[in-house]
């Protein structure tokens, strides 16, 4: 499997409100709900409204589209990294799986899913 080290650091966020959110960048992810409103964020975006986060994180994309059929991606990606003792935060868009690490382990990340048969592509 193909899977893109994307360039920009993020920030993982929890919201007070959706006012003032700046939608202009590469990425942006939001969810909201009963209890909270979460936004992920490239660094130089993070709105005024955050109140909690979660700085110093980078991120893989799965590369293609991934049917709504295929199984286990998540699971297997997850628990190579697990297996390294790096955590995840993995978001899901229509077309693909992000899976959010600390910066600082990127290269370990990289070097674990290269280990296990994934090609990392710039």
Request: aromatic fraction near 10%.
């Amino acid at each position: 499997m193909n899977i893109q080290r994307l360039t920009p650091e993020f920030y993982i966020c929890k919201l007070s409100s959706l006012n003032n959110i700046d939608f202009s960048g590469d990425f942006v992810f939001l969810s909201k709900t009963d209890d909270e409103i979460s936004f992920v964020c490239e660094t130089k975006h993070v709105p005024d409204t955050a109140f909690t986060a979660a700085h110093g994180f980078s991120a893989f994309r799965i590369c293609g589209h991934l049917d709504f059929n295929v199984i286990g991606v998540i699971a297997k990606i997850s628990r190579i990294l697990a297996e390294g003792r790096i955590s995840v935060f993995v978001i899901s868009t229509f077309n693909t799986d992000y899976i959010l690490i600390k910066s600082a382990e990127l290269d370990q990340a990289a070097a674990l899913l290269q280990e296990a048969g994934h090609h990392i592509v710039e």
